[in-house]
């Protein structure tokens, strides 16, 4: 009986252990908006879109992007937590299946004229037992403009 508990935590140390190597092999994130000019407080989508190009289940997959302060998410299901100066981070968890593709378009809007960046992202994948991850940085560069405001012509 011993023995079989032995070669039990073996097995599963050694799952584990390629699990965690291979946590975030084929997986891909990428967030841009659905465009590239925008009003002040006009809403437009940001597109997340995470796609597993492996043959293998992903458990648990942690995605946090960063995001302009002056974004202002209009759905109650999204959360973003105040945390830096110029930017925060915007984070959701998911799990997916061997050859899904994930997507979502999160309603925002930016208040204030400029350009904005959207850029890193940190993607963090569980092994097999889920008590360590393994982390992955993503960097992209998507950006939109917010043009000034109209305003009224001088009669």
Same mark, same amino acid.
């Given at each position: ?7 039990? &935590?073996?097995? $599963? ?7 965690? =190597?291979? $946590? ?7 967030? =841009? +908006?659905? /465009? ?10 940001? #597109? ?9 289940? &992903? +458990? ?5 992007? #960063? ?7 209009? @759905? @109650? ?5 105040? /945390? ?14 061997? /050859? *899904?593709?994930?997507? *979502? =378009? ?14 890193? $992202? ?12 393994? #982390?992955?940085? #993503?960097?992209?560069?998507?950006? &939109? ?6 305003? *009224? =012509?001088?009669?």
């Amino acid at each position: 009986m011993l023995i079989f508990v032995l070669v039990l &935590i073996a097995v $599963a140390a050694a799952v584990q252990y390629w699990s965690l =190597a291979h $946590a975030l092999d084929g997986v891909e994130h990428h967030s =841009a +908006p659905d /465009r590239k000019l925008t009003e002040p407080e006009e809403t437009f989508s940001l #597109v997340n879109t995470v796609t597993n190009r492996s043959r293998r289940f &992903i +458990p648990y997959l942690q995605v946090s992007q #960063v995001v302009p302060t002056e974004l202002s998410v209009l @759905d @109650d299901r999204a959360q973003i937590n105040t /945390r830096g100066q110029n930017y925060n981070p915007l984070s959701y968890t998911l799990w997916l299946m061997p /050859r *899904q593709t994930w997507r *979502q =378009a999160l309603p925002v809007s930016l208040s204030k004229r400029g350009r904005y960046v959207f850029s890193d $992202a940190t993607l963090h994948g569980g092994g097999f037992l889920g008590v360590d991850e393994t #982390v992955e940085y #993503v960097h992209q560069y998507e950006e &939109i403009v917010v043009i000034p405001a109209r305003c *009224q =012509a001088p009669a």
